[in-house]
């Protein structure tokens, strides 16, 4: 992607390589730079302090601190951050927890690069 | 005791799961009991610890074969020992976490454990499982369901 073109900074978080090297493949959208990712929601909230992200993408079922927790701790940070959660759990309770706890969105496991994306796209509508 | 209609949740999240991250369809073989204790695994295992309304295991087990293949079809590259073992535990995470549609959300999953060439290292909390047999691209897997 053309760095210079991207307007909106992009941190990954999943406790699987695989999924975050995956979604940094596979995002498709100028506007997003990835500058960093992380594998557990305590490493993401000391990286989301030094990157200032403006587009997380969230993992629920990790070590250290789980992705709803995290998700309090960044919009405690930075309530304009859009977060879209990308999670294994597929019960509806936990989309709405997570969205009362700040998440913007909510995807599925597994997804395609096309579902990504219009997750993302959907999401930046919000901007 | 595991329900019909609750097997059938693993079945159809073993499908979606090949059919979505493996770009085709995964044939699953008609289930089956064991009550030995010993349901089997191939060289690489993602479990999963169930707690919650529900207590035990699911995990997904895997020859490397088909592990390579899969991660080819994601476009990944990296098929080393650390990532086959990263992918056997996406596996399990992703098909126990899509059985919450219908389990709900106090069907708590852990993180995956992941084991590689010891079975003596997963620990079964009774002898009773169900083997939910997977075919995919001339490959098989099994996902072993022992919940309480």
Not at chain 2, 76 to 91: A, F, K, M, P
Request: proline residues 4%; glycine residues 6%.
């Amino acid at each position: 992607m053309n760095i210079r073109q991207a307007s909106l900074k992009l941190m990954i978080v999943d406790d699987s390589n695989i999924i975050r090297r995956r979604i940094e493949r596979s995002q498709q959208i100028e506007r997003l730079e990835v500058v960093g990712a992380a594998g557990n929601g305590r490493d993401a909230v000391d990286m989301f302090r030094r990157t200032n992200p403006d587009v997380v993408t969230m993992d629920l079922t990790m070590p250290e601190m789980d992705g709803i927790e995290c998700v309090e701790q960044l919009v405690a940070i930075n309530p304009r951050v859009l977060i879209l959660v990308v999670s294994a759990l597929a019960d509806k309770a936990t989309a709405v927890e997570a969205i009362e706890k700040g998440a913007n969105g909510f995807l599925c496991k597994p997804f395609t690069d096309r579902q990504l994306n219009d997750a993302l796209e959907e999401l930046l509508r919000e901007t | 005791m595991l329900k019909e209609a609750e097997i059938r949740t693993f079945i159809e999240g073993t499908t979606h799961y090949f059919a979505t991250s493996g770009q085709q369809a995964a044939t699953v073989g008609s289930p089956y009991l064991v009550t030995d204790g010993k349901p089997g695994t191939f060289e690489y295992t993602g479990v999963i610890g169930i707690s919650g309304a529900r207590r035990g295991i699911v995990y997904f087990t895997a020859p490397r074969g088909m592990l390579t293949v899969l991660l080819m079809r994601m476009q990944e590259t990296d098929c080393s020992e650390e990532t086959i073992l990263d992918l056997v535990g996406e596996v399990a995470n992703t098909i126990s976490g899509n059985a919450r549609r219908d389990f709900g959300k106090n069907f708590v999953i852990s993180v995956p454990t992941v084991v590689a060439h010891d079975p003596d290292k997963i620990t079964a909390p009774h002898q009773r499982s169900y083997v939910i047999p997977i075919n995919w691209r001339a490959h098989s897997a099994k996902l072993v369901v022992c919940l309480e």
